[in-house]
């Protein structure tokens, strides 16, 4: 049996007159100066964009499946490294299509833009549809830097190079993608258009009101819609092939973009239903939906096709390795890891104090809010103690090292709303780093998200914020 140095941290919390003190009795397994020189020594300085990332694009091989997550929907550098492993995956690995954590028809804008086929002349007027809180998870500066490089390099291909694509895989666009749907129907097929439209007139009560969809159906009030939006999605994919032949002067991917917005709408009436049950049956059905939509695409694109997806650390490291696991959850990393196995490589992001791009309310402006440095027994407190501004670590096949980051520690995950003064509670949870995780990128001091406008719109049809109410 091993042997550990531990201590019990005792807090004592002051509350305002009148109201009873809190003791917080808590157990803290420290590190110490051997563990910490192991991480620095197996581990890679990256001083910036630089060939010192040559031991990540090693490990990631021929692997078909990329996964890139990030510690905060708010910090530059996170969304500014991703970028660079992927456009570099692009350029040397053949990967067609970057999946992201944002909802399926506001990312077609940009994937038609990308591809050459829309109507949009610039980058900035692709992220258009990117309006509902948080805006500006999209509609920042390092995406739409991303978004032109994207456009210029698949302009730059030979004519019959296939072209590498941009897609969502959340499922709030429950208003978007239904109108979505028959939109394509109204083109192609009247009749089943008007099919479509009384199926999913079953919602015609609720008006814009989706969540209260969700409750009444969940409660009893109301029949549930489930039956007609499934049926829908059925009709669409027997008749696949007379639909997407139609008319020939439609976008090849538009029935496939028809058909992926009539699985939003089924998947998400469940969702909206599972709102008001269970949060770890809604969280479970969202992960679930975008495992699905990676499945989706592979078909789509083909067997051989390779992706990369960008969503935050809770959606792509392996829940298996968290305490979220304990509690029933799943997520996307778990599942495309059960799936895939090693042709999947799940790449995380620590930071330990700076800046980040959160609201301090659902709906609320974007503000540069400061990061608290990360607490003593955590992982990011962990890597700080290096003294290494930035490194890349490699965790799979290091035995030695995941022999120290399988111990249980804290790890930090913030979403787009942060509460500094309860972070202990609300941005921390335990996790086993390298089973969570095939490589870790930490960079120690960080920077705020530029976004493009620190307000988001309301959403005219009533579609609840993006990823409501879990913020991650």
């Not at 990332?53 to 996964?67: E, H, K, Q, T």
């Not at 679930?288 to 650390?313: C, F, P, Y």
């Not at 959850?329 to 778990?334: A, K, P, S």
Request: with cysteine; hydrophobic share 40%; net charge negative.
């Amino acid at each position: 049996m091993k042997k550990f140095a531990s201590y019990w941290r005792v807090e004592l919390r002051l509350r305002s007159p009148g109201q009873p003190s809190h003791v917080h009795w808590e157990f803290v397994m420290p590190f110490d100066q051997i563990q910490v020189r192991a991480i620095r020594e197996n581990s890679h300085p990256v001083t910036g964009l630089d060939e010192n990332y040559a031991p990540l694009f090693d490990l990631i091989g021929n692997s078909r499946f990329v996964l890139i997550g990030e510690a905060s929907h708010g910090t530059h550098e996170f969304y500014r490294t991703r970028a660079y492993i992927t456009k570099r995956l692009i350029r040397e690995k053949g990967f067609r299509a970057v999946a992201v954590e944002a909802d399926w028809p506001d990312a077609h804008r940009v994937n038609s833009y990308v591809l050459g086929r829309g109507q949009d002349r610039y980058a900035l007027q692709s992220l258009d549809d990117f309006r509902r809180f948080p805006a500006w998870m999209w509609r920042n500066s390092d995406v739409l830097d991303f978004v032109n490089w994207l456009r210029d390099y698949n302009d730059s291909l030979p004519r019959e190079t296939p072209k590498t694509a941009f897609y969502g895989m959340d499922l709030y666009s429950f208003h978007s993608s239904s109108r979505a749907v028959l939109d394509y129907l109204d083109k192609v097929d009247p009749e089943a258009a008007r099919r479509a439209r009384f199926r999913y007139g079953c919602f015609e009560q609720f008006g814009e009101d989706i969540q209260a969809y969700g409750y009444a159906a969940t409660f009893g009030l109301s029949k549930a819609c489930e039956d007609e939006v499934v049926v829908q999605l059925i009709e669409m994919s027997r008749r696949a092939a007379d639909l997407a032949s139609r008319d020939g002067r439609l976008d090849p991917d538009e029935f496939f973009t028809a058909e992926q917005n009539a699985r939003v709408v089924k998947n998400a009436e469940r969702y909206y239903r599972a709102m008001f049950s269970r949060r770890i049956s809604s969280w479970n059905l969202r992960d679930r939906h975008m495992a699905e939509t990676l499945d989706q695409l592979i078909s789509h694109l083909g067997a051989s096709a390779k992706i990369v997806v960008w969503a935050h650390n809770s959606h792509l490291g392996d829940a298996r390795a968290t305490e979220m696991s304990n509690q029933g959850e799943l997520n996307v990393g778990q599942l495309v890891r059960e799936k895939y196995g090693n042709r999947s490589v799940l790449i995380g992001f620590t930071t330990y104090t700076g800046a980040v791009t959160a609201a301090s309310n659902w709906d609320g402006p974007a503000e540069q809010k400061q990061v608290r440095p990360a607490l003593s027994d955590s992982f990011e407190a962990m890597f700080h103690a290096t003294h290494v501004p930035a490194f890349l670590t490699v965790l799979r096949g290091n035995r030695f090292l995941s022999g120290i980051l399988n111990q249980e520690r804290l790890e930090r995950a913030i979403g787009v709303v942060y509460l500094p003064h309860s972070e202990r509670v609300s941005h921390y949870f335990h996790a086993r780093l390298a089973d969570q995780f095939d490589a870790v990128i930490h960079i120690d001091n960080t920077k705020a998200l530029q976004p493009l406008e620190i307000t988001s719109q309301p959403e005219e049809a009533g579609e609840v914020p993006e990823t409501y109410p879990s913020a991650i």
